[in-house]
C-alpha cells in the first residue's frame, strides 16, 4: 500500500497543498516520499527515503514551483528500499510523463521482458511501477504513431485502454504529462482506492484533486465529488477541463483488509465509511465473544487501528472497557515498517502495558487482524508481566492465510501464523489463553451494509481466491524464494523466541 495524490490549482503553486495532502497520506507509506510540479514548461521534482516531514523543508519548497504537480508515500512491496525505487517515476517520451503508483503488478516478469527485448528500454529499478509506467510510455507511442499528435487525449486514452489489457494485478495510478495535464486511472478489478475532489476558485472555475483516499481533500478545500470507477481513466487538462473515458469494462471489488487497518478510519472508500464498517465489525465479534462463555473483566484495544471494533464490543457485551495498553505516537506503525528486525525493535518502544488495568484481571485484548503474530504474541506476554491472570485475544479480521499480491506486504504463506495451523496451535503459538477469530461472512456484511451495490471484495488474504491473472502457483512459489522476502523471512526469530524486554518481534 501506498499513498498517492495529485493536484491542479489554476492560480498558485501546488507544492504546499500536495505536501499537506500527504501529511494526511502519511500512514500509507513512511519509507520514502516524492513530489514533483510542472511549471508549463519544466519539471520539478524531489524525493528521497524518509517522512514526508523530513524530505520536503522551506529550500525543496522554493525550488518545486508551478501549478499541478503529484506526489507519493510509499511503503515498498515490490522493488528494493533504495531511495532510487522512490516515486514518482519518469520517461521522457512521449510528451514526458511522471507517474505515481499504489498497488502491485502480478505479471512483471513477462513485461519486464517484453519492455527490454521488444523495445529496447532500460529499467532503472527493480520496481513494479517503473515497468507499468514503461508499459503506458510505449502503448501511447503506439498510439500516436496510428493517430498522429494532433490529439494528445485520444493518445493518452487509447494508450490506457491498451496497458490495461496488457498489465494484470492492482493499480491505482495519477500521471502528470507535459503540455498535456494530469491523468489518473484505476484497474478494472478497482482493488486499491482513488477519489476525484473538485473546488470552485476565486475566477469561478474548477480546480481537481485525485487522492488514495478524501482525508486528503479537506486540508486543501476540496470536496469529494466519487471514486474513480474501475477501468477507468480521467484527465485533467492543463485548462482545468476534465474528461472521463472508460478504457475496460470494470467490476469494483475493492480490497476488504484497507476496512480492517489500512485506510483512515475518517476515510470513505467507495461509499463505504471505514469508522462505520469497523463498528460493525465490534458488532459482530462481539457475538462470538457473549458465546464463547469467557468471564471476562475488560475490553482492551491494541491501540489504534482496534479501537472503533473494541468499543463497539465493550458495547455490545456490556464488559467494561479500558486503555490497557498505551501507544508511543512518536513510533511509526510497525506492520509497514520495511524489515523484520526493525519491527522487532518497535514493539516495545511502541506499546506500554498498565498494570492497574491488568493485576489480577481477565483481559481480552481485540487487535485489528493477526498476520505474521510476533506482535500480539509479544503483547500477551506484556499482560502477563503487567499481572493479568487471563489474557484473550480476538482479532477483529479473519485468519490471514494467504499471501497478498495486490500491494499489502503479505508476501509469503512462511510468514502467516495462521498457515496450516489449526486455530489451538495458534492459540497456543500466541500464548493467549483464548483465541476468537472474525467469521469472513461477518466481514464481509460488514463492509457490503456501507455500499450494497459491492458484489464482492477481493478477500484474497484470507480465502486465497486471487481476482487478477497470473497468481499462479509458480508465481507464489517464486515469491516465496524472492531475495526480499527471504532476507525478512530470516530475520523472524523462531517459534521458541521469548520476550525479555530487548528481543522482539511484530506483526501487522
Same mark, same amino acid.
Given at each position: 500500500m501506498c499513498g498517492i495524490l495529485g493536484i491542479a490549482n489554476r492560480n498558485e503553486d501546488v507544492f504546499a497543498e500536495i505536501y499537506d495532502g500527504l501529511l494526511m497520506l502519511q500512514h500509507r507509506g513512511q519509507d520514502a516520499s516524492g513530489i514533483v510540479t510542472f511549471t508549463?514548461?519544466?519539471?520539478?521534482?524531489?524525493?528521497?527515503?524518509?517522512?514526508?516531514?523530513?524530505?520536503?523543508?522551506?529550500?525543496?519548497?522554493?525550488?518545486?514551483?508551478?501549478?499541478?504537480?503529484?506526489?507519493?508515500?510509499?511503503?515498498?512491496?515490490?522493488?528494493?528500499?533504495?531511495?532510487?525505487?522512490?516515486?514518482?517515476?519518469? @520517461? !521522457?517520451?512521449?510528451?514526458?510523463?511522471?507517474?505515481?503508483?499504489? *498497488? &502491485?503488478?502480478?505479471?512483471?516478469?513477462?513485461?519486464?521482458? %517484453?519492455?527490454?527485448?521488444?523495445?529496447?528500454?532500460?529499467?532503472?529499478t527493480t520496481s513494479d511501477s517503473e515497468i507499468l509506467l514503461n508499459v503506458l510510455a510505449d502503448k501511447i507511442s503506439d498510439s500516436i504513431k496510428v493517430n498522429g499528435t494532433g490529439d494528445p487525449?485520444?493518445?493518452?486514452?487509447?494508450?490506457?485502454?491498451?496497458?490495461?489489457?496488457?498489465?494484470?494485478?492492482?493499480?491505482?495510478?495519477?500521471?502528470?504529462?507535459?503540455?498535456?495535464?494530469?491523468?489518473?486511472?484505476?484497474?478494472?478489478?478497482?482493488?486499491?482506492?482513488?477519489?476525484?475532489?473538485?473546488?470552485?476558485?476565486?475566477?469561478?472555475?474548477?480546480?481537481?484533486?485525485?487522492?488514495?483516499?478524501?482525508?486528503?481533500?479537506?486540508?486543501?478545500?476540496?470536496?469529494?465529488?466519487?471514486? @474513480? !470507477?474501475?477501468?477507468?481513466?480521467?484527465?485533467?487538462?492543463?485548462? *482545468? &477541463?476534465?474528461?472521463?473515458?472508460?478504457?475496460?469494462?470494470? %467490476?469494483?471489488?475493492?480490497?476488504?483488509?484497507?476496512?480492517?487497518?489500512?485506510?483512515?478510519?475518517?476515510?470513505?472508500?467507495?461509499?463505504?465509511?471505514?469508522?462505520?464498517?469497523?463498528?460493525?465489525?465490534?458488532?459482530?465479534?462481539?457475538?462470538?465473544?457473549?458465546?464463547?462463555?469467557?468471564?471476562?473483566?475488560?475490553?482492551?484495544?491494541?491501540?489504534?487501528?482496534?479501537?472503533?471494533?473494541?468499543?463497539?464490543?465493550?458495547?455490545?457485551?456490556?464488559?467494561?472497557?479500558?486503555?490497557?495498553?498505551?501507544?508511543?505516537?512518536?513510533?511509526g506503525r510497525t506492520f509497514i515498517m520495511p524489515g523484520q528486525a526493525e519491527r522487532q525493535k518497535s514493539v516495545r518502544r511502541k506499546l506500554n502495558a498498565i498494570p492497574l488495568e491488568m493485576k489480577g484481571l481477565n483481559v481480552m485484548l481485540i487487535d485489528d487482524s493477526i498476520v505474521r503474530g510476533n506482535t500480539i504474541k509479544k503483547i500477551v506476554e506484556m499482560c502477563r508481566v503487567a499481572g493479568a491472570n487471563k489474557v484473550y485475544v480476538a482479532s477483529a479480521s479473519p485468519p490471514v492465510k494467504f499471501p497478498n499480491v495486490y500491494g499489502i506486504d503479505m508476501p509469503t504463506k512462511r510468514e502467516l501464523v495462521a498457515d496450516n495451523r489449526t486455530l489451538e496451535e495458534i492459540r497456543v503459538e500466541l500464548g493467549a489463553d483464548a483465541l476468537i477469530y472474525q467469521k469472513l461472512e461477518d466481514l464481509i456484511w460488514a463492509a457490503k451494509e456501507g455500499n450494497k451495490d459491492i458484489e464482492q471484495f477481493d478477500c484474497s488474504c484470507f480465502d486465497g481466491e486471487y481476482l487478477t491473472g497470473s497468481v499462479s502457483e509458480d508465481y507464489l512459489t517464486k515469491l516465496e524464494t524472492s531475495g526480499r522476502v527471504s532476507d525478512k523471512i530470516n530475520d523472524m526469530p523462531t517459534a521458541g523466541d521469548s520476550w525479555n524486554g530487548s528481543k522482539l518481534a511484530t506483526s501487522g
Open positions: 508549463g514548461e519544466n519539471f520539478r521534482e524531489h524525493k528521497a527515503n524518509g517522512l514526508v516531514k523530513d524530505v520536503f523543508n522551506a529550500d525543496v519548497a522554493k525550488k518545486l514551483t508551478g501549478k499541478i504537480g503529484i506526489g507519493h508515500v510509499r511503503y515498498p512491496t515490490a522493488g528494493s528500499l533504495s531511495a532510487a525505487e522512490a516515486q514518482p517515476f519518469f @520517461v !521522457n517520451a512521449p510528451y514526458g510523463i511522471y507517474l505515481v503508483h499504489n *498497488g &502491485n503488478i502480478t505479471n512483471t516478469t513477462e513485461q519486464r521482458e %517484453k519492455i527490454i527485448g521488444k523495445y529496447s528500454r532500460h529499467l532503472r487525449k485520444r493518445n493518452l486514452f487509447a494508450g490506457v485502454k491498451m496497458t490495461m489489457e496488457r498489465i494484470q494485478g492492482a493499480y491505482s495510478v495519477i500521471t502528470l504529462i507535459a503540455g498535456v495535464g494530469m491523468m489518473a486511472f484505476r484497474d478494472p478489478h478497482g482493488i486499491r482506492p482513488l477519489s476525484i475532489a473538485q473546488r470552485v476558485n476565486e475566477d469561478g472555475g474548477h480546480e481537481y484533486a485525485f487522492a488514495s483516499e478524501d482525508v486528503a481533500f479537506g486540508i486543501n478545500g476540496f470536496e469529494k465529488l466519487r471514486d @474513480v !470507477n474501475p477501468g477507468e481513466a480521467v484527465l485533467v487538462d492543463l485548462d *482545468g &477541463n476534465m474528461h472521463s473515458f472508460q478504457a475496460i469494462e470494470g %467490476k469494483l471489488t475493492p480490497c476488504i483488509f484497507e476496512y480492517v487497518y489500512l485506510a483512515r478510519p475518517d476515510s470513505m472508500l467507495d461509499g463505504i465509511s471505514v469508522y462505520k464498517t469497523q463498528l460493525r465489525m465490534g458488532q459482530t465479534l462481539a457475538k462470538q465473544i457473549q458465546d464463547s462463555g469467557l468471564e471476562i473483566d475488560s475490553i482492551i484495544p491494541v491501540p489504534d487501528s482496534a479501537r472503533p471494533v473494541a468499543l463497539e464490543v465493550a458495547n455490545a457485551t456490556g464488559i467494561r472497557y479500558r486503555e490497557g495498553l498505551v501507544k508511543n505516537r512518536y513510533v
